[in-house]
């Protein structure tokens, strides 16, 4: 008797186990769902634009391997690991179409971070603006990408507009003894843009601007160009959307032909290693600014260590490092979180998201799309804008500026 009470009182213990099983298991959290999401890079990575496409990509796949390493982006009860696409449109505007098609319609691509030169940007509105997919592009100087009309692109470059006024303000109260400017620029709305603004904001910082020199895109022959220019003798040449295989060959050409005066650009990624020789050596680029975080020497103490450490994963990746990376880098991380603020992967949902002056955190602080009273809405990205020097064949940062949201 007492064997079969202890085994009915097993059995009895048993059971109840078994129906609290599934109890427990019911009050237990669901794993979210594992999906994919896409994210695509479309410019050039080939010609002339090389030297900015290139970048880009590698930018979005640090990025991908830093979501991903850390489980992915989790919204909506699900999470998603990052697929990184991308196609070389090497700055054809046709090209750029067909590879745009192919990701909207073909692969469902949503999110893209193109290196869209102006023109390609405005060829893109119609496929953009139709499926509502959320635009990450440069389209420097190209105001028109930023109107109430296009609500899905968000410029991720400091545009002239904010840009040139804060070199021309630096120059004003560190070069006393420039009087005269000169810009070089590209023969579209680009380069028109920056000259607008020079032309117009110079005088009023103390700058005469002398007549503008405007070059094709993919000129070769630097030499007629800069020997307009060095008669001219102005105290500076600003180089503005040069791209950075024909600026350092300029900067050779001007020395060769006896400038002694000061240079100055818009553009970023210098890579010491190779503009340093293209431009003739340390002698004829010492004194060049250009806004760069670059740590090297004195610039370490305004490089923020964060972006240090981004830098050294950066060459230990690619063997070099190029700020366009970073750029994009920073611009995801901010799209990363618009994401996980909107609670979801729509589009028009994280682009509410990133517009209202909402700071979020990057490699260098704090940041924010602003330009609404400028551009109609709040899509111009307002990163604070370093200022860099060459000293004895190197870059150094050597302040950083916070930029003015101007009408």
Request: glycine share 8%; proline share 5%.
């Amino acid at each position: 008797m007492k064997v079969k009470r202890l085994l009915m009182l097993v059995g009895i213990w048993c059971m109840a186990l078994m129906l609290t099983i599934p109890l427990v298991t019911s009050c237990a959290a669901p794993e979210a769902k594992v999906e994919t999401l896409k994210v695509a890079h479309v410019g050039a990575l080939s010609g002339e634009c090389a030297d900015w496409g290139i970048p880009i990509e590698q930018g979005l796949y640090m990025w991908r391997d830093d979501v991903n390493a850390k489980g992915g982006i989790t919204v909506g009860g699900k999470t998603y690991m990052i697929e990184a696409i991308s196609y070389d449109d090497k700055a054809d505007t046709s090209v750029m179409l067909d590879l745009l098609s192919k990701l909207v319609y073909d692969e469902g691509v949503k999110y893209i971070l193109p290196l869209f030169i102006g023109s390609n940007a405005y060829a893109s509105f119609p496929i953009i603006d139709e499926e509502n997919i959320l635009t990450l592009t440069a389209a420097y100087g190209f105001d028109d990408v930023l109107s109430a009309d296009h609500p899905m692109f968000f410029r991720n470059f400091t545009n002239p507009h904010e840009r040139n006024p804060a070199l021309l303000k630096w120059m004003s109260e560190n070069w006393p003894d420039v009087k005269t400017i000169l810009n070089v620029v590209s023969d579209d709305e680009a380069g028109v843009s920056i000259d607008a603004i020079a032309t117009e904001l110079g005088p009023s910082y103390g700058f005469e601007v002398l007549p503008t020199e405007y070059i094709e895109w993919g000129i070769v022959d630097v030499t007629p160009v800069m020997s307009r220019v060095v008669a001219q003798n102005p105290d500076v040449i600003h180089f503005g959307n040069i791209d950075l295989t024909t600026m350092p060959l300029m900067i050779k050409a001007a020395r060769d032909l006896g400038y002694t005066g000061r240079t100055i650009t818009d553009c970023g990624s210098h890579i010491d290693e190779t503009f340093v020789p293209a431009a003739g050596g340390a002698e004829n680029v010492e004194g060049h600014v250009c806004p760069q975080f670059a740590a090297h020497g004195e610039g370490a103490k305004f490089v923020p260590l964060e972006f240090q450490d981004f830098v050294e994963r950066y060459v230990e990746e690619y063997g070099y490092f190029n700020d366009w990376g970073a750029d994009n880098y920073m611009t995801l991380q901010i799209l990363e979180q618009a994401i996980i603020r909107a609670d979801s992967i729509d589009t028009v949902k994280v682009a509410a998201e990133l517009v209202g002056g909402k700071d979020f955190e990057i490699l260098i602080g704090k940041t924010y799309f602003g330009g609404e009273a400028h551009y109609g809405r709040a899509g111009q990205l307002m990163n604070p804008l370093p200022i860099a020097q060459y000293k004895n064949g190197h870059l150094e940062t050597i302040t950083v500026m916070e930029l003015e949201d101007l009408p």
